[in-house]
């Protein structure tokens, strides 16, 4: 039955080694596919901003349309191209879309740089240690000579960390430097994977409010 799942339900059953079928269940629980990272956040301002114009301007059009002198309109008559009508089904496609967009906007606000989808997949693979019967804890590592500090260290830890991966949940833009073809140096910028650390942290908060 394993081909019945997708790539990432595969990916995160063997992550934790447990049914596809259960991750799926806490995949499907916390809604996964459709919460929105810091990425799609900031292009969903883009989109919802376009939509809203397109349904203004189409608003406009099909009020002009109808405004036709009596000739013009029989002329569309004639050609058998109810410019109206059509317009009216645009408008209508635009409206829904702007309103759906806003609603998506107001709902993923990314204020305080707040990672969505992180903190949901978080949330899931909490739910799957707990049907699993593992130990929850959030711990990292120290920095040291030859390593950088806050890698996670814990089985819970390592599991976001990857899983957040696996589920491509972008964070936030980070500047790099790169050297150019004719060896100059510029400056651009990368989409890092949001990192695993406070949306761990969120998700224990949470497990043990509803548990204490």
Not at 68 to 90: P, Q
Request: with cysteine.
């Amino acid at each position: 039955m394993e081909g019945a799942y997708e790539t990432v339900i595969l990916a995160l059953a063997e992550l934790l080694g447990c049914n596809p079928a259960i991750v799926q269940k806490y995949y499907d629980k916390h809604n996964i596919g459709d919460v929105l990272d810091t990425q799609e956040s900031s292009r969903l301002v883009s989109d919802a901003a376009q939509y809203s114009s397109a349904y203004g301007k189409v608003r406009s059009a099909r009020a002009a349309i109808s405004n036709l002198s009596t000739f013009e309109k029989a002329v569309l008559a004639i050609e058998e191209f109810d410019l109206e009508e059509r317009l009216k089904g645009i408008e209508a496609y635009l409206s829904k879309k702007d309103e759906t967009r806003r609603a998506m906007k107001a709902e993923f606000s990314t204020q305080g740089g707040k990672n969505f989808k992180a903190n949901a997949v978080a949330n899931m693979v909490l739910d799957l240690f707990v049907r699993l019967n593992r130990e929850i804890n959030l711990t990292k590592t120290s920095a040291t000579k030859h390593t950088s500090g806050n890698a996670p260290s814990s089985p819970f830890a390592r599991c976001v960390d990857e899983a957040l991966k696996i589920t491509h949940t972008d964070g936030r833009r980070k500047n790099v430097k790169f050297e150019t073809s004719d060896g100059r140096t510029a400056v651009g910028t990368d989409i890092q994977y949001a990192h695993w650390q406070e949306p761990a942290a969120q998700a224990i908060v949470l497990y043990k409010n509803r548990t204490s």
